[in-house]
C-alpha cells in the first residue's frame, strides 16, 4: 500500500515536514516530542519509540526513511522537505526494497536535481506569534548539458503559542535552519554523477505541551 504526493500536490498542500504528509495519508499518524525532529511515527499501528538519549528502543529502526535512496532514518524522523520531486509513504513490511530496517514501513522522498535551465524562487511566510519563514531555490546550468547547481534554503523561527509564567520564563519558541547544495555532473548520455550535501539545526525552548501536573513512570 503506497500513498505517493507529486511536486505539484506537496506545493498545493504546502506540505513542509513528515507532520504533514501523514496528516494526509490513511492508516498512519505522529506524536510530536516538542521539535521538528523529534517525532514518533505509527504505521499501521507498528511505532518505533525514541528514548531521551535520540536512540530507537525495541522494536529499532522500525521505519526506513530515505532521501534520494540514501537512509536519513537515523539522523532525523522529520528530513526538510524543500524543492521535493515525490514522496512516498509505503505502509506494510518494506523489507524487500529497503531492507531489514523497515518492519513498519518507509518513506521515500526523491528531491529534485540540478538542470540546464536557470532558475530561482522566493518565498515568504508570516503567520501569529511572531513566525516567520524566508525560503529559497536557485537552479543554475554551469557548463552546458554537462555541469548543473542547484541550492536550497530556508529559515524558519517562531516565539510560539505556549508561555511558561514560571519566573525561568521561556516557552516553546523554535528556530530552524536548512540549507541542501546539489551538483549533478552528466559527461556523456550513459553517465550521470550526483553529489548532494545538506545540514540543518534547530534549537527549541520547550516541547509542544502543556504539563499536567500528573507523574507517572
Known amino acids: 500500500a503506497v500513498s505517493a504526493f507529486s511536486a505539484e500536490s506537496i506545493e498545493r498542500n504546502m506540505i513542509e515536514g513528515v507532520d504533514d504528509v501523514f496528516s494526509r495519508t490513511p492508516n498512519v499518524s505522529y506524536t510530536t516530542e516538542g521539535s521538528r525532529d523529534r517525532k514518533r511515527l505509527s504505521i499501521r499501528g507498528v511505532t518505533e519509540f525514541i528514548t531521551e538519549a535520540g536512540e530507537a528502543t525495541v522494536p529499532a ?15 532525523t524522523s522529520n528530513p526538510g522537505v524543500m524543492d521535493i520531486e515525490r514522496i512516498e509513504v509505503l505502509r506494510g513490511p518494506q523489507g524487500t526494497y529497503f531492507g531489514r530496517n523497515a518492519v513498519g514501513g518507509a518513506l521515500n522522498i526523491t528531491t529534485r536535481k540540478p538542470d540546464n535551465d536557470f532558475f530561482a524562487e522566493l518565498t515568504a511566510d508570516a ?10 531555490t ?42 541542501r547544495l546539489s551538483l549533478r555532473y552528466t559527461p556523456n548520455e550513459r553517465l550521470t554523477l550526483d553529489v548532494v550535501a545538506s545540514a540543518s539545526d534547530e534549537l527549541v525552548g520547550m516541547r509542544e505541551g502543556v504539563p499536567s501536573g500528573v507523574l507517572s513512570d
Open 61 to 75: 529502526n522500525t521505519f526506513g526513511i530515505y532521501i534520494d535512496d540514501f537512509s536519513v532514518a537515523t539522523a
Open 138 to 179: 536557485v537552479n543554475l546550468p554551469v557548463v552546458d548539458d554537462k555541469l548543473a547547481l542547484r541550492a536550497n534554503v530556508k529559515y524558519h523561527e517562531s516565539d510560539g503559542y505556549i508561555k511558561n509564567i514560571h519566573p525561568i520564563g521561556g516557552g516553546n519558541d523554535s528556530e530552524y535552519k536548512y540549507g
Open 127 to 136: 503567520s501569529r506569534y511572531e513566525t516567520y519563514e524566508l525560503a529559497g
